[in-house]
T-cell receptor, first 110, second 111 residues
Framework: GQSLEQPSEVTAVEGAIVQINCTYQTSGFYGLSWYQQHDGGAPTFLSYNALDGLEETGRFSSFLSRSDSYGYLLLQELQMKDSASYFC???????????WGAGTKLIIKP | DGGITQSPKYLFRKEGQNVTLSCEQN?????MYWYRQDPGQGLRLIYYSQIVNDFQKGDIAEGYSVSREKKESFPLTVTSAQKNPTAFYLC??????????FGSGTQLSVL
């Protein structure tokens, strides 16, 4: 079957850097997306990687290694507002019907 | 302001009842999606539509139905055949690329 694995919970300190990993197993692969979801809210798009390498968007960066079926989201200069769940999602075909990971709850301590 | 509007925010269903969740978008997106989210889990695709008057089943379509009569609207009906409907339902739209825009969701509970 198709699946994405990510840690269920990560804890970090305000101002620090945290990395959330995602490994995927899909029938095909067009790209890896990351979404942020605050409790009770809607997911919001953070980044998308179709090619190997690092994509940087402000304090957030996302990395992809297609050969390793692996990606990660890197959050720098953590702020309390970054406390949320983070989901990786893979597009197995060109229709972009995403397969989602179960999400990583990021807990930030002062 | 462009966006996706879901209503209602909270909905209660009695046993044997069909209920309809509304989703409207003014982003001029061709594709629309319905996802179900259970606590501590990722999103699971119920139905999606890439064009008006056409839609396809996702991974968990049983007990649900949709229509796409207008580009802006993609309502979801949770039928009495769905025996475990309690969940957070999310509607999304996209321009058939990698970026989804989500509505604020509807929490459905069973009385």
């Amino acid at each position: 079957g198709q699946s994405l694995e990510q840690p269920s919970e990560v804890t970090a300190v305000e101002g620090a850097i945290v990395q959330i990993n995602c490994t995927y197993q899909t029938s095909g692969f067009y790209g890896l997306s990351w979404y942020q979801q605050h409790d009770g809210g809607a997911p919001t798009f953070l980044s998308y990687n179709a090619l190997d390498g690092l994509e940087e968007t402000g304090r957030f960066s996302s990395f992809l290694s297609r050969s390793d079926s692996y990606g990660y989201l890197l959050l720098q200069e953590l702020q309390m507002k970054d406390s949320a769940s983070y989901f990786c999602a893979a597009a197995p075909d060109s229709n972009y019907q995403l397969i989602w990971g179960a999400g990583t709850k990021l807990i930030i301590k002062p | 302001d462009g966006g996706i509007t879901q209503s209602p925010k909270y909905l209660f269903r009695k046993e044997g009842q069909n209920v309809t969740l509304s989703c409207e978008q003014n982003l001029n997106h061709d594709a629309m999606y319905w996802y179900r989210q259970d606590p501590g889990q990722g999103l699971r695709l119920i139905y999606y539509s890439q064009i008006v008057n056409d839609f396809q089943k996702g991974d968990i379509a049983e007990g649900y139905s949709v229509s796409r009569e207008k580009k802006e609207s993609f309502p979801l009906t949770v039928t009495s055949a769905q025996k475990n409907p309690t969940a957070f339902y999310l509607c999304a739209s996209s321009t058939l690329d990698e970026k989804l825009f989500f509505g604020s969701g509807t929490q459905l509970s069973v009385l």
